[in-house]
């Protein structure tokens, strides 16, 4: 008998940590809001030095540890423009042509949150035309941030507080529409949600764990180094990541993702059959899948940081991926029921 996902409560969780901007390492506002949630639980939430909690969630012997990242990809304040423009330079790997026209938020060093939105410099067909057809979005070159402020120098824009260094972060744009779930940032903030969405179904009783289970949420996914740091005594490592829709992929908006592989490693073999046999017995609609050459999980590093692990990873089939984000919940169902049979 699956466990079925709470779909109510799903979404209002998944709005609310989208309303939290976290741009890898910004983590501060979302790692508290989270680790409230996670103690009104009743569970103890280890934060770590660098930003990450780490919950112990019960159970005993053999543990696993699922994670799910917090951290987002974004942008940050690279040089104020002598007209009170913005530069700004990407942080992880988001692309121009996905930010041009999303308005964003610049957060400041004091606290302040100011709006704006992405443009090119050459940004009206009925001005510049011919720049239009011609010009490539690129931060570097034409791309920049104009603030939703009367500010016409840089002296004005420091005025506010603005400076290099700090955080601008695209408005997500969260929409569900006929169970099609849009927003930006579905990578990863739908997974961190799932795992809430775990913990409180371990607390009301509905899941027995089989096993110790440590439930990890990272906040530097998004640039690499995320898993690099885990309990001693995991044995298995499990990420719980967006599943990438393209060309030869079989991932699909509609259902789960076993990884099989990726662009560092291929996932433990023992591992990945027993994933595929607790979508089985879940009913979890699933199929299996490889990403390469620009993919990568936390549980990769936590391999390469030397740990002595098994990893595996699965995840809901998600269109655009670092883009305007969709999936289904259908995917999010069956990705909480394989995850939820795997851990009891």
Known sequence: MSIELNEKRFYAELEKELSIDSVTGQYHELQ????????????????????????????????????????????????????????????????????????????????????????????????TEDELDKEVANFDKNSFVVLDEDVHSAADVRALGIEVGDYVALEPRFVVANGYIKSHF????????????????????????????????????????????????????????????????????RKVSIFCKDSRFPYNLDMTHELEESARKSGADYVLDIFTPHYGTDADPALVAGFDIRHGAIGPGVRASHGYERTHIDAINSTYKLLADYVS
């Open 32 to 127: 508290d809001y989270l680790v409230r949630e996670i103690k009104a639980l009743g569970f103890k939430a280890q934060t770590l030095h660098k930003g990450g909690i780490i919950v112990d969630a019960g159970g005993e012997g053999n543990p696993l540890l699922v994670t799910a990242h917090g951290d987002t990809i974004g942008l940050m304040v690279r040089h104020i423009n002598d007209d009170g423009t913005i530069k700004v330079c990407k942080v992880g790997g988001l692309y121009a042509y996905h930010s041009e026209r999303e308005n964003v938020r610049v957060h400041t060093r004091g606290g302040a949150v100011y709006t704006g939105a992405v443009q090119r410099k050459n940004a009206s067909v009925h001005v």
């Open 186 to 253: 579905v990578d990863d903030k739908a997974l961190v949600a799932v795992l809430m969405e775990l913990l409180k179904d371990i607390k009301d009783g509905k899941i027995n764990l089989a096993r110790k289970l440590y439930i990890y949420i990272s906040f530097y996914e998004e640039i690499g180094h995320g898993g690099s740091m885990i309990p001693a005594d995991v044995k298995d490592f499990l990420a719980v990541d967006i599943a990438c829709i393209g060309p030869e992929q079989t991932s699909d908006e």
